[in-house]
């Protein structure tokens, strides 16, 4: 942060004040310091004066106005015009009241002056109560407005992203602008009920400054006189919460991710074994005793900025009750007139007070909602593209020619020139070293990823002339780190094909295939048993009763093409040979199985098998053939015969 020196000592104060806040901490280095993402705009107001941001606000506000309009249509206009007639009503209540003042200060109080007094003091309630009623009408609207735009907001970012290409979704920086966006739809209403708060303040502020030009041309004055001090010091405080809230959300993630590491399962046998309970807790204390620092300058800057700026105020208004004292001698103005100048003014630094709060924060949510904008537009550029052609049938043949692939940003591509078949009822293998590209193969040999040059067949048309929503429907995957849906275990086999009505005898079939079915038998609710300890009621699997579960879904999908990329990691010797029979069944059964593995032992019996280095094929035959080339293949299945000589079967 600007300002803040390295060697800075926690809890000292710098001499403007301010805490002194590491830039290097003992712990978190650089610190957790967002510079994208979600907390990139926190604080961001504090750069700016206020008049900038003032000047800023309309085009953010456009893109929040635009989602109120589609989410709630007239409810929008609605709130924003009862606010409008709200502050306006502010100047009615004080021409009623001036009205009422001069009937009543006209001379001595009597029983015929105060009859005649009525009909005005009425008008000055209804006017105060329409005034309540239309403030509560905007807030009413704008609450039922306010759920609709989170709606609306989420789906279509939702709605966007899941269409996104997948090599683009698991890009870094779209993954920050993703999660900006997400903090920027449930900014979206913020900014519109900011904006419905900004209209009653303005006005409110305009009525009161009108009601005293008419009364008299001078009294204008004299309100920007009283209220600018106000004014000042709401804006000096508004900037210091900004700087101040920045500092403490810093210290805050540091001091969350020290909370969740003490208290947290998954660290929790090495903080007792390591003991280091001890160490984590006397930085906590540090840093707690940092962030209470910052609250306590906080708070005295508020003290002194209050001080001042009421002390400013009222000397202001001790001019202001000359000028007025001025007036009332010389006869300018009557004593009714200076009752309501008063009442004015008071009136008109509420608001200002509000307008001044309202702009901060519309500018700071409004940023997040034009990143959930840029989000949007991003990732309808980056939607899955693809061709016409609907793949109705399974393919006989998928093979590939020259493929080339570089994942974004990067610039030594992950494949170069690789050519390779698939054939219906076949296990192909893809071998090779961690990095060598085999997952990344198999992604763009079932449309995952598009090839930079070169092409990915399936029965003579390219994965490019292809509807993939069609293709993929034709696919499978059994990942090592697929997805652990945290919903009952016959949602977690049967969203394998979600979009079909759940086949009792399909989902027996399957969970026996992938000996599931062992492991539900074991739970307490068996099928319904949610699989998701976070939650009441949950339940843990180990990783290998999750890689069985995974293994059903797969079949229960039913796809002609199947991948398995490391689908056996979590599986003891005995359980992956059995596997490795029950892949061998599916490729009987007409599928296309891929296999993605650097266990080799497995994959004695693939029709052919691919030894890839480096993003290029190097080697390719059957085992067989393979090991009599005494090349790279050779060498690798030797190493591993030698280390699980027992889970090697015989030739």
Same mark, same amino acid.
């Given at each position: 942060?600007?300002?803040?020196?390295p060697?800075s000592? @926690? +809890?000292?104060?710098?001499?403007?004040?301010?805490?002194r806040?590491?830039?290097?901490?003992?712990l978190? #280095?650089?610190?957790?310091?967002?510079?994208?993402?979600?907390?990139?705009?926190d +604080?961001? #107001?504090a750069?700016?004066?206020?008049?900038t941001?003032?000047s800023?606000?309309?085009r /953010?506000? =456009?893109?929040?106005?635009g989602?109120?309009w589609?989410?709630g249509?007239?409810l929008? @206009?609605?709130a924003v015009t009862?606010?409008?007639?709200?502050?306006?009503a502010?100047?009615?209540v &004080?021409?009623a009241?001036?009205?009422?003042?001069?009937?009543?200060l006209s001379? @001595?109080p009597?029983?015929?002056?105060?009859t005649q007094?009525?009909?005005?003091l009425?008008g000055?309630?209804v006017a105060?109560?329409a005034?309540?009623?239309?403030?509560? !009408?905007g807030?009413?609207v704008?609450g039922?407005?306010?759920?609709?735009?989170?709606?609306?907001?989420?789906?279509?970012?939702l709605e966007?992203a899941?269409?996104?290409?997948?090599?683009?979704?698991?890009n870094a920086?779209?993954?920050n602008?993703m999660?900006a966006?997400?903090r920027?739809?449930l900014?979206?209403?913020?900014?519109?009920?900011?904006?419905?708060?900004l209209?009653?303040?303005?006005t409110?502020l305009?009525?009161?400054a009108?009601?005293?030009?008419?009364?008299h041309?001078?009294l204008?004055?004299? !309100?920007v006189?009283?209220?600018?001090?106000s004014?000042?010091?709401?804006?000096?405080?508004?900037?210091?919460?900004f700087?101040s809230?920045?500092?403490?959300?810093?210290?805050?993630r540091?001091?969350?991710?020290?909370?969740?590491?003490?208290?947290?399962?998954?660290?929790?046998?090495?903080?007792?074994?390591?003991?280091a309970?001890g160490?984590l /807790?006397h930085?906590y204390?540090?840093?707690?005793?940092l962030?209470?620092a910052e609250?306590?300058?906080l708070?005295g800057l508020e003290?002194?900025?209050n001080?001042?700026?009421?002390?400013v105020?009222?000397?202001?208004?001790?001019?202001?009750?000359g000028?007025?004292?001025a007036?009332?001698?010389?006869?300018?103005?009557?004593?009714?007139?200076?009752?309501?100048?008063?009442?004015a003014?008071?009136? +008109?630094t509420g608001h200002l007070?509000?307008?001044?709060?309202?702009?901060?924060d519309?500018?700071?949510? +409004? $940023?997040?909602?034009?990143?959930?904008?840029?989000?949007?537009d991003?990732a309808?550029?980056?939607a899955?593209?693809g061709?016409?052609?609907?793949l109705?049938?399974?393919?006989d043949?998928?093979?590939? =020619?020259?493929?080339?692939?570089?994942y974004?940003?990067?610039e030594? @591509?992950? &494949?170069?020139?690789?050519? !390779?078949?698939?054939r219906?009822g076949?296990?192909?293998?893809?071998?090779?070293e961690?990095?060598?590209?085999?997952?990344?193969?198999a992604?763009l040999?079932?449309?995952?990823y !598009?090839?930079?040059?070169?092409?990915?067949?399936?029965?003579?048309?390219?994965?490019?002339e292809?509807?993939?929503?069609?293709l993929?429907?034709?696919?499978a995957?059994?990942?090592?780190?697929?997805v652990?849906w945290p919903?009952?275990a016959?949602?977690?086999?049967t969203?394998? =094909?979600?979009t079909?009505?759940?086949?009792?005898a399909? /989902?027996?079939?399957?969970a026996?295939?992938?000996?599931a079915?062992?492991?539900?038998?074991? $739970?307490d609710?068996?099928?319904?048993?949610?699989?998701a300890?976070?939650?009441l009621? #949950?339940t843990?699997?180990?990783?290998?009763?999750?890689q069985?579960?995974?293994?059903a879904?797969?079949?229960?999908?039913?796809a002609s093409?199947?991948i398995f990329?490391e689908p056996?990691?979590?599986?003891?010797?005995?359980?992956? &040979?059995?596997?490795?029979?029950r892949?061998?069944?599916?490729?009987?059964?007409?599928?296309?199985?891929?296999?993605?593995?650097h266990?080799?032992?497995?994959?004695?019996?693939a029709?052919r098998?691919y030894?890839l280095d480096r993003g290029r094929?190097?080697e390719?035959?059957?085992?067989?053939?393979?090991?009599?080339?005494?090349g790279?293949?050779a060498?690798?299945?030797?190493?591993?015969?030698k280390?699980?000589?027992?889970?090697?079967?015989?030739?």
């Amino acid at each position: 942060m600007e300002g803040l020196r390295p060697n800075s000592r @926690p +809890g000292r104060h710098r001499s403007d004040g301010q805490v002194r806040i590491p830039e290097v901490d003992p712990l978190f #280095g650089s610190g957790i310091r967002m510079t994208a993402g979600w907390a990139q705009h926190d +604080g961001a #107001g504090a750069d700016l004066g206020f008049w900038t941001l003032l000047s800023r606000l309309p085009r /953010l506000m =456009r893109i929040s106005f635009g989602l109120a309009w589609q989410a709630g249509h007239l409810l929008l @206009p609605v709130a924003v015009t009862a606010k409008l007639l709200a502050g306006a009503a502010t100047g009615a209540v &004080l021409l009623a009241t001036n009205a009422v003042l001069v009937l009543l200060l006209s001379g @001595p109080p009597t029983l015929e002056r105060l009859t005649q007094a009525l009909p005005v003091l009425l008008g000055v309630a209804v006017a105060g109560v329409a005034r309540s009623v239309l403030s509560s !009408m905007g807030d009413a609207v704008n609450g039922k407005l306010a759920p609709r735009i989170d709606r609306a907001a989420t789906v279509r970012l939702l709605e966007r992203a899941v269409r996104v290409e997948l090599v683009i979704i698991k890009n870094a920086e779209f993954r920050n602008l993703m999660s900006a966006a997400a903090r920027g739809a449930l900014s979206a209403r913020m900014v519109t009920t900011y904006a419905i708060a900004l209209v009653e303040a303005l006005t409110g502020l305009v009525a009161a400054a009108g009601v005293l030009t008419v009364l008299h041309p001078l009294l204008m004055p004299l !309100m920007v006189v009283v209220t600018v001090p106000s004014a000042w010091g709401a804006v000096r405080m508004a900037r210091a919460r900004f700087v101040s809230m920045k500092r403490w959300t810093e210290l805050q993630r540091q001091l969350e991710t020290l909370s969740e590491l003490l208290i947290g399962s998954s660290p929790a046998e090495e903080v007792r074994a390591h003991r280091a309970g001890g160490f984590l /807790l006397h930085h906590y204390q540090r840093l707690a005793r940092l962030s209470e620092a910052e609250q306590a300058r906080l708070a005295g800057l508020e003290a002194r900025t209050n001080l001042m700026s009421d002390g400013v105020a009222g000397l202001a208004r001790l001019a202001m009750y000359g000028v007025l004292g001025a007036l009332l001698t010389s006869g300018a103005v009557p004593l009714a007139v200076a009752g309501t100048v008063i009442i004015a003014i008071r009136t +008109g630094t509420g608001h200002l007070t509000a307008l001044v709060s309202a702009v901060n924060d519309l500018y700071e949510q +409004g $940023l997040f909602v034009q990143d959930w904008k840029q989000a949007c537009d991003r990732a309808e550029q980056e939607a899955i593209r693809g061709g016409t052609i609907k793949l109705d049938q399974p393919p006989d043949q998928i093979f590939a =020619r020259n493929l080339w692939f570089t994942y974004p940003n990067n610039e030594q @591509p992950s &494949l170069a020139g690789i050519d !390779m078949t698939v054939r219906r009822g076949e296990i192909v293998a893809l071998v090779g070293e961690n990095g060598s590209g085999k997952t990344t193969l198999a992604k763009l040999l079932t449309g995952l990823y !598009m090839p930079q040059r070169g092409a990915v067949w399936w029965d003579g048309r390219t994965t490019a002339e292809l509807d993939r929503a069609t293709l993929f429907d034709h696919v499978a995957l059994v990942a090592q780190d697929f997805v652990h849906w945290p919903f009952t275990a016959r949602v977690n086999v049967t969203i394998g =094909r979600s979009t079909r009505r759940p086949d009792a005898a399909a /989902l027996r079939e399957s969970a026996a295939f992938g000996r599931a079915d062992e492991v539900v038998d074991r $739970l307490d609710a068996g099928w319904e048993t949610l699989l998701a300890p976070e939650f009441l009621g #949950g339940t843990m699997l180990s990783g290998g009763q999750w890689q069985r579960i995974g293994l059903a879904r797969a079949h229960y999908r039913n796809a002609s093409v199947v991948i398995f990329d490391e689908p056996t990691a979590a599986l003891d010797p005995r359980a992956e &040979l059995e596997v490795f029979d029950r892949v061998g069944d599916l490729a009987k059964g007409g599928r296309a199985v891929i296999l993605v593995t650097h266990r080799l032992a497995s994959v004695r019996r693939a029709d052919r098998i691919y030894v890839l280095d480096r993003g290029r094929v190097i080697e390719h035959g059957t085992h067989d053939a393979l090991m009599a080339l005494n090349g790279r293949y050779a060498e690798l299945y030797s190493l591993q015969a030698k280390q699980h000589q027992d889970s090697v079967p015989s030739s």
